[in-house]
């Protein structure tokens, strides 16, 4: 089974998207556990592509939902300038905060809540950020 809906790339639609994600996951038969990792590395995802990606212009970005043997699996698809995010270095955590620079986490809890994070260009050149997270 998979759902798939479509957003406005605006701040205003990251709750119903975080919403999206809890109650399909739900339907799916995920846990709590589970669903709270997701919605919050979704929202960093689509957080980024909103902010960074699309900063400001008018989009969309599709979410896909399914349930995949014992995996939930997302795909967010958007036409933003491309930007791989498994090529993005994970930060230094072992620098005190004061040298570290401002921002630059987002990356890194979406791969800490998740369990594999996938790139690609699709076929009519969108980016494809493809998030797997184990239901149990």
Known sequence: MSAVVSFPATVENLEKMRRYIAET???????????????????EATSNIILHGYKGRPGEIEIELSREGDNLVVRMRDQA????????????????????????????????????????????????????????
């Open 81 to 136: 300038p491309h930007f791989n995010p498994t090529n993005y270095p994970m930060p230094d955590l072992t620098l005190p905060l004061r040298k570290r620079p401002v921002g630059g986490l987002g990356i890194y809890f979406i791969r800490h809540f998740t369990d594999d994070v996938r790139y690609r260009v699709t076929s009519q050149g969108d980016n494809e950020l493809t998030l797997v997270k184990k239901v149990f």
């Open 25 to 43: 996951g739900k339907s799916l038969c995920a846990g709590d556990d589970c669903l709270e990792c997701l919605v919050h590395a979704v929202d």
